[in-house]
């Protein structure tokens, strides 16, 4: 078999290692702007808690003293940047946005580079990874698609990813060679950071590990110190002393309906995928043990038990199912068999990477600013949420805020609590009596007295809502977004 033309095989490598080189300049330039959506401003109320107290900072949303599963290690070394620097939130989640892309993207590398030494092989992978899904725009926390990675750079789910491939790579080097005790025990240690960085990012670690250890077939000799590792990291997660960590595997029923949706439109939203899939056949049949192929069923175990029990939130469990087909279809490009095969494989790669990268077209607005895109991409932008920073004069750290749902997903961002959390809290036993409350306040046919005992029961000192009120007790102060109006509660 002739080889292809140096000049041939050098474009076939610059390519792809120049459009993953945009794709990151993109990224840097998104977390310059860091688009407020989703679960941001949990993230930016975690940090804001632990930098008013690193060993006791409660909940993060509401003004009562529980655990919560997001002072994750990660959360901690931010809150201490935070504590230390006197920077404010937004810009350490901007460092960590930075040190969770860089992390991901070498960790992809060197994944990428256990599974094949082609050059072109970790650029090919990364932009799989963001641009091979479907023609339906999908974001997720967790999910590696351009749109939801510039929605979630700064969450701790990018970290733990980035934190899962390193993993994955060091385990495949480990069981390659004759590492010592030392490594499998750090191994374990890393094992325990990710599951309590971002647990259902853990749980696609564990899958990915499990697949790298049965791929590799480890003999008795190697047996002990896995064991070992994993030990050390149960340890630690029984030993972190934020929240209880094995306390979450009772508290997922009420998680169930928001994850739902991870089983709705699957051929729109991961259609592309498909072909990944066709990549894992072939890798199956030139090796039963394949580390992608073994990946991607244990992947797809796990979500289909989800849906067929009715445990939706196990539907987080799908990158487990997309990381390994997505790899594969780019090892494919590099690796099939002749160069006639390899170059109609690349052309195939690159019709669905140019699809999605049109469905995600939008994402350009996160960096650029809408009125800078073409009229046919500027229709693809979903604008971020506008923040509550306009209440922030008045409203001071730690002040009680009565608002509903959306607001409340961003206002404790800058401080303040709210009644009742903008999202579920499975360590917080008196959430729906909160939710009700909130709801209750704000119905119309409530009267003033029972808005005003709902006030003191809570130590409300400002209303945020539409439009005026008619209460005695409360004095417009201020006047933002979306016809909203902060009022402060007068005693």
């Known amino acids: 078999m002739r080889a292809a033309p ?42 804001q808690r632990l930098r008013h107290d690193l060993l006791h900072p409660g909940n993060p949303l ?52 256990t599974l094949s030494a082609h050059r072109a092989a970790p650029a090919l992978a990364i932009l799989c990874l963001v641009f091979l899904w479907g023609p339906v725009l999908f974001s997720w926390s967790g999910f590696l698609g351009l749109n939801s990675l510039a929605l979630t ?9 980035g934190l899962s491939f390193h993993l994955w790579a060091w385990l495949a080097r480990a069981l390659r060679g004759e590492a010592d005790w030392g490594v499998w025990l750090r191994l374990g240690l890393l094992w325990g950071v990710v599951l309590l960085c971002h647990q259902f990012t853990g749980v696609v670690a564990s899958l990915g590990a499990l697949a790298v250890v049965i ?3 480890p003999g008795r000799a190697v047996l002990p110190r896995l064991g070992a590792a994993l030990l050390l990291g149960v340890v630690l997660l029984a030993l972190w002393p934020y929240y209880d960590f094995f306390a979450l595997f009772s508290a997922g029923s009420g998680l169930e309906a928001i994850h739902r949706p991870l089983y709705e439109h699957l051929a729109g939203r991961f259609g592309l995928v498909l072909l990944g899939v066709v990549a894992l056949a072939l890798r199956l049949r030139r090796d039963r043990r394949d580390p992608l192929v073994l990946f ?97 004069p008045w409203v001071g750290y730690g002040d009680v805020v009565m608002a509903r749902t959306l607001p409340s997903r961003q206002i404790p961002a800058y401080g303040p609590y709210t009644v009742a959390p903008g999202y579920p809290d499975v360590f917080l036993p008196d959430q729906g009596r909160r939710d009700a409350a909130v709801a209750r306040y704000f119905a119309a046919g409530t009267s003033a007295d029972g808005r005003w005992a709902m006030v003191r029961e809570y130590g409300v000192r400002w209303v945020v809502t539409k439009g005026a009120s008619t209460d005695p007790w409360l004095r417009r102060v201020a006047a933002g977004p979306g016809d909203q109006v902060l009022y402060e509660v007068r005693r």
């Open 296 to 392: 991607f069923l244990l992947g797809v175990l796990v979500f289909a038990a989800g849906g067929v029990t009715g445990h939706y939130s196990w539907g987080r469990a799908l990158p487990a199912v997309l990381i390994p087909a997505q790899l594969a279809a780019a090892l494919e490009t590099v690796s099939a068999g002749g160069r006639a095969v390899r170059t109609g494989w690349a052309c195939v790669l690159g019709a669905a990477l140019a699809v999605g990268a049109w469905t995600q077209a939008g994402t350009l607005g996160y960096a650029l600013g809408r009125d800078a895109l073409p009229p046919a991409v500027a229709v693809k932008y979903r604008p971020p949420w506008v923040g509550y920073q306009w209440i922030t």
């Open 62 to 113: 509401v003004d009562v003293d529980t655990p919560s599963p997001y002072y994750s290690p990660w959360m901690l070394v931010l809150g201490c940047v935070a504590k230390v620097t006197g920077l404010s939130v937004f810009v350490v989640l901007r460092i960590g946005a930075l040190a969770g892309l860089a992390l991901l993207v070498s960790g992809v590398w060197r994944y990428v580079r």
């Open 6 to 47: 140096p000049s041939a095989a050098s474009a076939g490598r610059a390519l792809p290692q120049a459009a993953a080189a945009l794709v990151l300049v993109l990224m840097l330039l998104v977390i310059v702007r860091l688009p407020w959506a989703g679960d941001l401003g949990m993230h930016a109320a975690t940090v």
């Open 153 to 161: 750079v700064s969450y701790p789910s990018v970290f733990a990813l």
């Open 215 to 217: 791929s590799a077939r």
